[in-house]
């Protein structure tokens, strides 16, 4: 039974601060004592008390098949970020719902933005401009960077089309078989889809041993999915991503996997918004706190929650700069009565605004307004009059691109 002291541990200010307001490492907290008016002397004793109420409190996670005691404390702080991504996500979606111009265009957008940020943060050698370019042009792939990027395009394409199916082993090696085709090297290159059959290291760690990455894989999905404590979506979605990392069951590909299988699980969930989002995007500028996520997690007796806050601070972020980049695309709109433009010519700046390396020919436009070669080339040439396209000729044909800066400023002074 709580004693009275327990109870006004709970109620003081460096558990309601440091635990509740936001997850703060112990030794983070040991270095804020005098601001809270204690001493070093007070740390060990508070260090045990803080780590025992997170333990008391926390969801447990025990993979008998590798002997380890995973949790993860649901604060006040992890419970108030699922509420905002969620909140945010879902406007966001409802949003762009209503779009019909762009709608469509920006969510196959979104699938390869997320295969490019996933495949340059794994060190494939490219820009974006080149990605894109590659990915719309259908064209068979000649590297190792190349297939990384189709690969992580046609991961995402995969989760969507077999999102009904049930997270399971068999997923997880397919997923893995996608996204590392023709990427593997040497012997490696025998285990696309399968799980390695020996040591693997990713920095310090070491993965599991590799008997037991069967059995280690089928019960971390069994707790994720059936665990008896309720579990959001976004969080099942980012502990199956911490444990593939964790178990690291193949020997290249795990990261790609682990993030295609967070994308696998929230869709199942219905979280439709994560569809909008690129969990990859924040990893080349924060990648430093994702890696010191994982470290903290050992650090703290394998507390899983440090990885969970980056995972949700990580998905904010995301929602806000694909917010921006909507509001944008929704006020390209205002060019219809400020520059006297048809629907049909916002609907294309819009989608070129999406991706500004994307060529258009009189033909294609042609046929994606459904009108007749001479209005299209009217349309296209009444854009370029106005400043918003450059033209240029391939072959017999003339070729049209957005010209981003100078669209920009038109929608910001209109």
Known sequence: MASKNDFEFLNNEIWLKYTQDRYTPLEDIKYRLEKLGKSQSDWPELKV????????????????????KFWYFPSDSINKKIHQVEALGNRLYDKIENQRTFKNEFLANAAVEEAITSAIYEGANSTRSK????????????????????NNYFAMKWIKENSSLPVSSGVVLKIHEVVSKNTLEGDDANFC????????????????????????????????????????????????????????????????????????????NELKFV??????????????????????????????????????????????????KVNY?????????????????????????????????????????????????RELKDLLGKGFLKEERKGKKFIYFVKSKELKERVRKG
């Not at 433009?341 to 033909?363: D, M, P, W």
Request: with cysteine; proline share 2%.
């Open 49 to 68: 008390q803080i780590q025992y109420f997170r333990k008391m409190g926390a969801i447990p996670f025990f993979l008998d098949s590798i002997e380890k």
């Open 131 to 150: 990605a894109k370019a590659l990915i719309a042009s259908g064209k068979k792939p000649k590297n190792k960077d190349e297939w990384m990027l189709i």
């Open 193 to 268: 889809g399968k799980f390695r059959d020996d040591v693997v290291y990713v920095g310090p760690h070491q993965g599991i041993l590799h008997e037991k990455i069967d059995a280690a894989i089928n019960e971390m999905i069994s707790l994720v999915t059936d665990h008896p404590r309720f579990l959001h979506g976004l969080i099942k979605g980012i502990l199956l991503h911490y444990f593939i990392a964790y178990i690291h069951p193949f020997f290249d590909g795990n990261g790609r996997t682990a993030r295609t299988l967070f994308y696998f699980k929230a869709i199942k």
């Open 275 to 324: 569809e909008l989002l690129s969990v990859s995007a924040n990893l080349k500028e924060y990648g430093k706190r994702y890696e010191k996520s994982f470290e903290l997690v050992k650090e703290h007796e394998l507390d899983m929650t440090y990885f969970i806050d980056f995972c949700l601070d990580s998905l904010i972020t995301s929602v806000k700069k694909v917010e921006q």
């Open 329 to 377: 695309l929704i006020e390209i709109s205002n060019l219809i009565e400020s520059d006297n433009l048809n629907i049909n010519q916002v609907s294309l700046l819009q989608k070129l605004a999406l991706n500004k390396y994307r060529e258009v020919t009189i033909e294609d436009y042609a046929e994606e307004i459904d009108k007749s070669r001479e209005i299209a080339r």
